[in-house]
């Protein structure tokens, strides 16, 4: 288990490596119907539904967890396709992305070595174009369904826009590695080697999870393998209506992302109150990331490589 070798295995001599990770909302998205949603205030209302990413500051760069919408989403939403700007309605806040808030922390773009992706949806992807220099890993599958799309579902929920820049690519094949029963983890490079993405699928051909290594044990983002934090309610698991029919709407193979998702309440079960202590959150519950914000201490690790 990739777990085990991660906490006993630092100490190789080399100079100290050291992790910040920060949660980031890099859009806010409001679409219409609360109620329906997340279940909070009425159905006039409109959601508030987070873009989770994450900026992990490591002395070997800076590393992002998905990047939500970008700056040129937010001075034009036909960027990212007319029918996605409408359902998602997210808030015009250049703030809010991922490279400002980055630099309101003393950063520069170039700092940003690697992105990580769950998958190119514009959502997460968006942003991808405000760092040309970085490296942008994902599974194959996931760029084969946006490049050479299988579906008029693939044909239209991808958005070209979001590559035009032609980014430095880094794909990944599942390799058969093991993290807590999940069977194909491929391990990034070396100096990411605590960093490990996790294939979801379901939600999309190439959906994947990213498992980061904290000082208390792992984070497991989920992309978009559930919506809305019931779904990983342990006793009884139920999302809300709105979530249900936006994940029917998006889904490449229910059954797969269903099945995933019995896997990852598994995982919580098993693995959320032990040593390993896995903290699971998807992209979008607003609580969800209000919850992380708040433990936001917690995920810090200083060790030695
Ligand atoms: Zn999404």
């Not at 992990?56 to 992002?64: A, K, T, V, W």
Request: proline share 4%; with cysteine; glycine share 8%.
């Amino acid at each position: 288990m990739i777990c085990a070798h991660y906490f006993h295995d630092i100490s190789h001599g080399g100079a100290p490596l050291s992790y910040k990770i920060h949660h980031l909302n890099c859009a806010t998205l409001c679409p219409q119907g609360s109620k329906i949603i997340t279940g909070k205030g009425t159905l006039f209302e409109n959601a508030l539904l987070s873009c989770h990413c994450l900026l992990i500051e490591s002395n070997d760069g800076l590393i992002l967890v998905d990047t939500g919408f970008g700056i040129q989403d937010m001075h034009s939403i036909e960027r990212m396709g007319v029918g996605a700007a409408r359902a998602l309605n997210p808030k015009q806040l250049p703030e809010e992305t991922a490279v400002r808030q980055l630099e309101s922390r003393g950063f520069k773009r170039e700092d940003v070595r690697h992105i990580v992706l769950t998958h190119l949806d514009v959502d997460h992807a968006g942003g991808i174009a405000d760092f040309p220099n970085a490296q942008i890993h994902l599974l194959e599958a996931e760029h084969s369904a946006a490049t050479k799309p299988q579906s008029l579902q693939e044909k239209f929920r991808y958005q070209r826009a979001m590559w035009s820049h032609n980014p430095l690519w880094q794909l990944h094949k599942p390799e058969g590695e093991t993290w807590f029963g999940f069977d194909s983890v491929r391990m990034l490079e070396n100096s990411l080697h605590d960093i490990l993405l996790i294939p979801l699928l379901g939600h999309s051909r190439g959906h994947c999870g990213v498992a980061v290594a904290s000082e208390e044990g792992w984070l497991l983002h989920c992309g978009d393998a559930y919506f809305h934090k019931g779904e990983m309610n342990l006793s009884k698991p139920k999302g809300t209506l709105g979530t249900s029919l936006i994940q029917a709407m998006d889904d490449t193979n229910r059954k797969q992302r269903i099945s995933n998702q019995r896997r990852l309440r598994e995982l919580k079960r098993s693995q959320g109150n032990s040593n390993a202590g896995i903290t699971l959150f998807c992209s979008h519950d607003h609580d969800e990331f209000d919850e992380c914000v708040s433990c936001k201490p917690r995920h810090l690790i200083t060790r030695t490589q």
